[in-house]
């Protein structure tokens, strides 16, 4: 070979090598259509990647949405009666759709939305994307950049057992999937590491609960979001038996009993829906929208010196929360900017509404 | 730049105005459309949809040549497709999703999907949208539904589990088995618990958005508020247990629940137990009673259990190896309210040892696992420990 070209080559493979560094994460989303059998829930990542769901088939979509944009776009969406637009679009009825999750990509300023047209076994799943003028398009999940995690038996054939995908975030590297079967109760969050590998399962940790310190159960999550307590990366999540505790994601690692350490009781008939963490006057709050209590806002002061609470108290527990009852019938709660929320809200008359709220 | 289509001259098609119904039923049949209307009159242009439901729709009688560049927006405002059921609202003016063509001279709009039965579509052709038109056309209008194949409510309610009617205090879920796919989206809505003096019960389920399903939408597992089982949170503070010992209750399903066809189901289920004290302890497999099959036969092996255990995850969490520990093929049946499971294998039994595998995360109607009770009350001391993730029942089978 001639020298110069062995140099060349040798240029060629150092080239390649410091390409494949530097877009690691692109690297491992081929390009394909996703063999998703349902989209649930939304989440986003970095430079547009969208991680989608798939409760039927029991996996984790990562997808390369491309919608990036130098300045992300501002601005308020709104538009009433979505449901009626969608279900126009798709050919079908409003009675015949279901809105599953509402996401924004920060890199762009679009809202997306997981939708299922159909309500029966054979609903096809669509996603959505919305700019701020209101402009609803589909994001087609076909020719897409995009890579798969599998749930580990999420999904076992002629079973009747399912897994119901509550709660997916992104966080640092790590993609965090809260699960409850339709079988057994326990809690099923899993921490999955991003890019994902060929043969990426998540696995899972045990979560346990203790009432007051006293009775502990393996409680489900049902909705979480992460957040910095100290500079440290933490997990807050809403159980299914209501209360808001908090965990740090250090000890998410296989086989790890991690106990969380309630922050918050929210009382009676509470079924939290989402959460979102956002700043105001230099201090953190919670936002969750709540399906008794409208949105309700709880300030994060103190939250890292609460080491749980160890005895019954007669009203509110922990963290304290105001109740903002003004949007009452929020559906789903995401984070527009840092100083709104856009939120799929079901308005007195039965209409279904895409609108943007200031954080309160 | 735009291409344009070489349409005739809208002049000479000369759209029919007066609304006149077709109602040709091309096949009322399952499947097949109906054409109800039409403002075209012959012999301008008509539109016709082509293959049933997940078809196309095309516009017959003009004869273009050659095909366009169009964006979405402006397809839509030559050859649109809108679900007419929600004219009067704004949505009524979003068309339908899908892709415009021009094929060996026909005009043609293949929706993203396929149509819906019980669906109507207006179907707008405007020619005066074409290029170069000079003249205001107006435009041709046709509707189509697809009739439902059948609108009858036949679904109910096939059986709930558990199967007994005394339920402890602390019950954590029900399995409601319909007799055909359901809706998903308003579960809560049809359900409700009736006190002994037919009062609702106020929110004693745990009601999640993404509703429990298995894949086929015809089990539905609902389970009890776990914050009014679980001793010591707020819920149960404030109102107390959902189920208390010595009170009767009855579930109920109401017949409003539409089935994955979209119809209403045929009858209200109802289920009346009584509650009786909760139950915190762990099923033990050495409590159970094996009876055992013969060499030789497809008897099945049937292990009775002292209290009932959970249906669902008794149909996943037994099964039998033989002495190489390979799984034997077999089907495997309830009875006895659910305290009695049958394994029948798909060839006969061969004389030798076996073994019973039990993933210990079976549960018992109250959650209780048997690696661990529901809740475990961390101050006191735990009876039973098990670490492993199955337990083995060993067992042989012998020459008749």
Redesign the interface.
């Known amino acids: 070979m001639p020298r110069t070209s062995r140099f060349l080559g040798a240029a060629l493979i150092g080239a390649a090598l410091l390409a494949s560094s530097l877009g690691a994460a692109d690297d491992t989303l081929k390009k394909g259509t996703p063999d998703l059998k349902s989209v649930g829930p939304l989440a986003f990542g970095p430079d547009g990647v969208l991680f989608v769901g798939d409760p039927l088939g029991g996996a984790i979509f990562a997808i390369d949405t491309g919608d990036t944009a130098k300045e992300p776009a501002t601005g308020a969406v709104k538009i009433e009666k979505i449901d009626e637009k969608i279900a126009a679009m798709l050919g079908t009825k409003p009675g015949e759709l279901l809105v599953n999750s509402v996401a924004v990509n920060p890199s762009s300023g679009n809202v997306y939305l997981s939708v299922s047209r159909g309500r029966g076994p054979d609903a096809a799943p669509v996603l959505l994307r919305i700019d701020r003028k209101g402009k609803i398009e589909e994001f087609a999940i076909k020719d897409v950049k995009f890579a798969k995690a599998t749930l580990p038996d999420a999904v076992q054939a002629g079973k009747q057992r399912s897994e119901a995908i509550t709660g997916l975030a992104f966080l640092k590297g790590r993609v965090l999937v809260a699960g409850l079967t339709n079988e057994e109760f326990s809690s099923r969050l899993r921490s999955i590491p991003y890019p994902f590998k060929d043969t990426e399962k998540g696995s899972a940790v045990e979560i346990f609960h203790a009432s007051h310190g006293k009775f502990e159960t393996n409680s489900p999550v049902r909705t979480f979001v992460p957040y910095t307590i100290k500079g440290e990366d933490h997990i807050l999540a809403a159980y299914t038996c209501t209360p808001l505790v908090k965990f740090p994601v250090s000890q998410l690692k296989p086989g790890e009993k991690i106990k969380g350490t309630t922050i918050a009781e929210l009382g009676n008939r509470n079924r939290p829906l989402d959460m979102i963490v956002y700043e105001k006057g230099g201090k953190d709050f919670i936002l969750m929208a709540n399906n008794s209590r409208g949105l309700m806002k709880i300030p994060t002061e103190g939250i890292e010196k609460i080491e749980g609470l160890v005895k019954p108290v007669k009203d509110k527990a922990g963290l304290t929360y105001e109740t903002i009852d003004a949007l009452k019938g929020v559906q789903k709660l995401a984070k527009l900017d840092k100083d709104n929320a856009v939120v799929l809200i079901r308005a007195e008359g039965g209409a279904l509404n895409l609108e943007t709220v200031p954080l309160p | 730049m735009m291409r344009r289509i070489a349409f005739p001259s809208p002049a000479a098609l000369r759209p029919g105005l007066g609304l006149f119904l077709l109602c040709a039923a091309i096949g009322c049949g399952r499947g097949e459309r109906v054409q109800l209307a039409t403002t075209a009159k012959q012999p301008g242009p008509i539109i016709r949809l082509i293959e049933g439901p997940a078809g196309h729709f095309e516009v017959a009688g003009v004869s273009p040549s050659g095909d366009a560049d169009r964006k979405p927006d402006e397809w839509n405002q030559l050859f649109a497709?809108?679900?007419d059921?929600?004219s009067g609202?704004?949505?009524?003016?979003?068309?339908?999703?899908?892709s415009h063509q021009v094929k060996n001279g026909v005009l043609s709009f293949k929706?993203?999907?396929s149509?819906?039965e019980g669906?109507r579509?207006r179907a707008v052709y405007n020619p005066s949208a074409l290029s170069g038109t000079a003249v205001a056309e107006k435009p041709v209008v046709a509707f189509f539904s697809l009739p439902k194949a059948d609108s009858s409510s036949t679904t109910v309610v096939a059986n709930v589990y558990p199967s007994c009617d005394e339920l402890p205090e602390n019950q954590?879920?029900f399995y409601i088995n319909f007799t055909a796919?359901?809706?998903?989206?308003e579960a809560y809505q049809y359900i409700r618990l009736l006190d002994a003096d037919n009062k609702p019960v106020?929110?004693p389920f745990?009601?999640?958005?993404?509703?429990?399903?298995?894949?086929?939408?015809r089990?539905f597992?609902l389970?009890f508020?776990?914050?009014?089982?679980?001793?010591?949170?707020?819920?149960r503070?404030?109102?107390g247990p959902t189920l208390e010992e010595g009170k009767s209750y009855t579930l109920v399903i109401d017949k409003k629940w539409?089935?994955?066809?979209?119809n209403p189901m045929k009858e209200t289920y109802k289920k009346p137990f009584r509650v009786g004290k909760p139950d915190d302890t762990q099923p033990d497999p050495k409590n159970w009673k094996l009876s055992l099959p013969t060499a030789d036969t497809v008897q099945p092996l049937t292990v009775a259990f002292p209290k009932p255990l959970?249906h669902?995850?008794l149909?996943?969490l037994l099964w039998v190896v033989d002495a190489s520990g390979n799984r034997v093929p077999a089907i495997t049946t309830l009875s006895n309210e659910e305290k009695a499971w049958h394994f029948t294998p798909l060839k006969g039994w061969k004389a030798g040892k076996y073994e019973l595998m039990i993933d210990t995360?079976l549960?018992d109607l109250a959650?209780n696992?048997i690696d661990?009770p529901?809740?475990?009350?961390?101050?006191e001391k735990i009876d039973r420990k098990v670490e492993q993730k199955t337990v083995k029942l060993p067992f042989e089978v012998k020459e008749p």
Request: aromatic share 8%; charged share 35%; glycine share 10%.
């Open positions: 497709v809108y679900v059921d929600l609202s704004d949505a009524g003016q979003t068309p339908v999703m899908g929706p993203r999907f149509l819906r669906v579509y954590l879920k796919p359901m809706s998903r989206g106020d929110s745990l009601e999640l958005d993404e509703e429990l399903w298995d894949p086929q939408c089990r597992t389970f508020d776990p914050g009014r089982i679980k001793r010591g949170l707020k819920p503070e404030e109102v539409m089935d994955a066809r979209g959970d669902g995850l149909q996943r995360a549960e959650g696992k661990r529901f809740e475990v009350d961390i101050f």
